[in-house]
T-cell receptor, first 112, second 109 residues
Framework: DVKVTQSSRYLVKRTGEKVFLECVQD?????MFWYRQDPGLGLRLIYF???????EKGDIPEGYSVSREKKERFSLILESASTNQTSMYLC???????????FGEGSRLTVL | KNEVEQSPQNLTAQEGEFITINCSYS?????LHWLQQHPGGGIVSLFM???GKKKHGRLIATINIQEKHSSLHITASHPRDSAVYIC???????????FGTGTRLQVTL
């Protein structure tokens, strides 16, 4: 019954490495989102996409890029990982208006 | 001041107690989600509300649009209800999702 799948639960990377976080949803949702969650700061939106090949910056896009080549897949890319990108990353998808909102299990990234 | 405020931040209850978590917001919204996050990360949307009240099992969510306030109630609480509960409001013309900071609930035996 898995609806939003994130490729890795735990990753450890070194400063300067390129990091790919993949997210796949099986509900034919238009909207997909990438958030990061940090203690005391809650959930913050990095990027979202409302259609294939469309993307919009969220509140904290610096240091990140995204790709949505197919409707079901939304990738988050850290071009050159830094220690301040150590965080929990959560992918979500929804219909328009945030109906049927589903989250993935999260990817905990540690950058050394 | 955050656009979406939750209270309390932390809550400890004994099994069987009735629990209320509050969410207030200062901007116009079109809907509000109550989310549950267990240790380990995954988040589940419990309810999406735009008016009135919804019930699912022991969980009840209410919203008063005029007063800009929503509540999540848990009846007959159980240790498995221990989690972080987050309200998230659909705000603005761009339909942005704005999150509260969460309420950490621990239910003890």
């Amino acid at each position: 019954d898995v609806k939003v799948t994130q490729s890795s639960r735990y990753l450890v990377k070194r400063t300067g490495e390129k990091v790919f976080l993949e997210c796949v949803q099986d509900m034919d949702h238009e909207n997909m989102f990438w958030y990061r969650q940090d203690p005391g700061l809650g959930l913050r939106l990095i990027y979202f996409s409302y259609d294939v090949k469309m993307k919009e910056k969220g509140d904290i896009p610096e240091g990140y890029s995204v790709s949505r080549e197919k409707k079901e897949r939304f990738s988050l890319i850290l071009e050159s990982a830094s220690t301040n990108q150590t965080s929990m990353y959560l992918c979500a998808s929804s219909l328009r208006g945030y109906r049927e909102l589903f989250f993935g299990e999260g990817s905990r990234l540690t950058v050394l | 001041k955050n656009e979406v405020e939750q209270s309390p931040q932390n809550l400890t209850a004994q099994e069987g107690e009735f629990i209320t978590i509050n969410c207030s917001y200062s901007v116009g919204i079109s809907a509000l989600h109550w989310l549950q996050q267990h240790p380990g990360g995954g988040i589940v949307s419990l309810f999406m509300l735009s008016s009135g009240k919804k019930k699912h099992g022991r969980l009840i969510a209410t919203i008063n649009i005029q007063e800009k306030h929503s509540s999540l109630h848990i009846t007959a609480s159980h240790p498995r209800d221990s989690a972080v509960y987050i309200c998230a409001a659909v705000t603005g013309t761009a339909s942005k999702l704005t999150f509260g900071t969460g309420t950490r609930l621990q239910v003890t035996l």
